[in-house]
């Protein structure tokens, strides 16, 4: 065996824990003697959690028998105790739910399945955490760089991506039909954790979450709306925890759904779509899910021309693909019930766009920040000079104070106080 390391800092990864890996991998796919290749995957804002590598593994003795993998790991100290709890989650739905999902996927065609990376090794040992997935780009998925440029999804892409994240919600109730007591007990597994008081406590996550809506109300230019703001962030974190509790309908959502999630493969037939990153994953009513990706990847101008439309894609998709399981999604997930939660939850996706568009709209000089084993969230630097960020977020308080989303968080943060 043999390692060739292309990366910039090879203090992200164990060298010695990352070999061990990468042989058991190799004796999954049957090549015993073998080289392997490895590289950094970059992105604007994908590896402030966790390092992230490709991997090329070679036979030695048939340089045609190849293997390519995606390796994420923890074992950077400086990050390891903030975010073993979201690789733990992460694991979890790699080892539980998507096999599930996989599973009752079984008797539809392969066209219409749900598309999830393969798990081939993981572990959650103190020190040793890793997860090893197939490289999906392989299979010919590749991730938007739109964001990255600055440009706007089309309306076909977000259509797409809703539709397919409606069959991935569609999932939750059918396994609750077909599955019902592993169903349950997934339910009640995944409770929110990123708004969790436990996990919040032993982690940076609260600062970063405060110091992120400290930092947009500074650009907030008018003064009234501003004032209603600074009473709002003062209990931040109890309305993210009120919006993400289960409500009467749930399902298990990804809890972090924007475009640098979602892998894109174009065919002749349409876009076929992947979902990547399940740490967030919580049971939870899918409005959280459709308004943290439009709220993100969407303009308030984009949502207030399509979104009715794209809410009717979205429920047609969720009841299609339930359908084809002999579930009349219509009956336990009523059109008119997904239309009042995602009014009731507007200001959830106000708040998701107020604390992470400081990442979404990241400059180039900005990108740094999100590299390297020295970060800190907590010190993230603010996008300075950055038009785009000021505009989305005067953008989204015009809208929140139009839509009523403002004065809804202000009547629930004057009930936090009484």
Not at 156 to 183: G, N, Q, R, T, Y
Not at 219 to 230: G, H
Request: hydrophobic letters at 40%; glycine letters at 2%; charged letters at 30%.
């Amino acid at each position: 065996m043999s390692l060739d390391v292309n990366i910039s800092e090879p203090e992200e990864f164990n060298c010695q824990e990352l070999h061990t890996s990468i042989e058991k991998v190799a004796l999954i796919k049957g090549i015993k003697d073998f080289n392997y290749h490895v590289d950094t995957i970059s992105g604007k804002g994908d590896n402030y959690i966790a390092n992230l590598f490709r991997v090329t593994i070679k036979d030695t003795e048939d340089e045609n028998n190849s293997v390519n993998v995606i390796v994420k790991t923890l074992i950077n100290t400086a990050r390891q105790e903030t975010f073993c709890e979201l690789h733990k989650r992460e694991v979890n739905v790699y080892n539980k739910v998507l096999p599930m999902f996989k599973r009752i996927q079984e008797v539809i065609n392969d066209d219409d399945r749900v598309i999830f990376p393969d798990c081939l090794l993981s572990s959650i040992e103190e020190e040793q955490e890793i997860l090893i997935l197939e490289d999906m780009q392989d299979k010919g998925f590749v991730m938007s760089d739109k964001v990255a440029k600055f440009e706007s999804l089309t309306f076909h892409e977000i259509e797409s991506i809703l539709k397919e994240l409606a069959k991935f919600h569609a999932l939750s109730l059918i396994c609750m039909k077909k599955e019902p007591d592993e169903s349950q007990k997934l339910q009640k597994k995944y409770k929110d954790l990123m708004f969790d008081n436990r996990f919040l406590n032993k982690s940076n996550l609260r600062k970063y979450f405060v110091d992120s809506y400290e930092m947009s109300l500074k650009v907030v230019e008018d003064m009234e709306l501003k004032k209603l703001l600074e009473q709002i962030g003062m209990k931040l974190i109890d309305l993210l925890r009120l919006y993400t509790s289960p409500k009467n309908f749930n399902v298990l959502c990804h809890g972090d759904c924007w475009v640098n999630n979602v892998l894109f493969k174009r065919t002749e037939n349409g876009d076929r779509l992947s979902f990547l990153d399940f740490q967030a994953l919580r049971n939870a009513n899918p409005a959280t899910d459709v308004l943290h990706f439009l709220f993100l990847c969407t303009n308030s101008n984009f949502r207030s021309q399509h979104l009715e439309n794209l809410l009717d894609a979205y429920y047609e998709s969720f009841q299609a693909f339930s359908n084809l399981f002999n579930v009349d999604a219509s009956l336990i997930y009523p059109k008119e019930d997904f239309y009042r939660d995602i009014r009731e939850s507007l200001p959830f996706g106000f708040l998701i766009a107020f604390i992470e568009l400081r990442i979404v709209t990241c400059t180039a000089e900005d990108i740094d920040f999100l590299r390297g084993s020295s970060l800190s969230l907590n010190t993230l630097a603010p996008p300075n000079g950055n038009e785009l960020f000021k505009i989305r977020i005067n953008d989204v308080v015009r809208e929140a104070s139009n839509n009523g989303a403002i004065k809804n968080l202000i009547d629930e943060t004057n009930r936090f106080s009484y």
